[in-house]
Nanobody, 125 residues
Framework: VQLIESGGGLMQAGGSLRLSCAVS????????MGWFRQAPGKERDFVAA????????YYADSVKGRFTISSEAAENTVYLQMNSLKPEDTAVYYC???????????????????WGQGTQVTVSS
């Protein structure tokens, strides 16, 4: 599996961006997909997760109600819609794929075997 993120950029606070993660290679509905982010000098933190075929979604408290993750298997793409952006959302955003054993600890970086190269999101105040 290979992952390529796109859609990052510079946005004013209150604006919206949609990140895309193009997925290539062999996948199955057993896979789980996640978005993480890493701000300068900080650890890479969980943002959102969803099973590859869709279904339950999971969010960090800091983005709940503002961000929406979706999985479009027919397009081989996972999206992260980000609304009401805040300066503290500034980070490099990474897409990740997990083989998703049960139980799936979706917020743990160690659950994900494959990572994209990241896309920069900068939110100005």
């Amino acid at each position: 599996v290979q992952l390529i993120e796109s859609g990052g950029g510079l946005m004013q606070a209150g604006g919206s961006l949609r990140l895309s993660c193009a997925v290539s290679g062999r996948t199955s509905n057993r896979y789980g997909m996640g978005w993480f982010r890493q701000a300068p000098g900080k650890e890479r933190d969980f943002v959102a997760a969803i099973p590859w075929g869709g279904g339950d979604t999971y969010y960090a408290d800091s983005v709940k109600g503002r961000f929406t993750i979706s999985s479009e298997a027919a397009e081989n793409t996972v999206y992260l819609q980000m609304n009401s952006l805040k300066p503290e959302d500034t980070a490099v955003y990474y897409c990740a794929a997990s083989r998703r054993v049960t139980p799936w600890y979706y917020a743990r970086r160690s659950e994900y075997e494959t990572w994209g190269q990241g896309t920069q999101v900068t939110v100005s105040s």
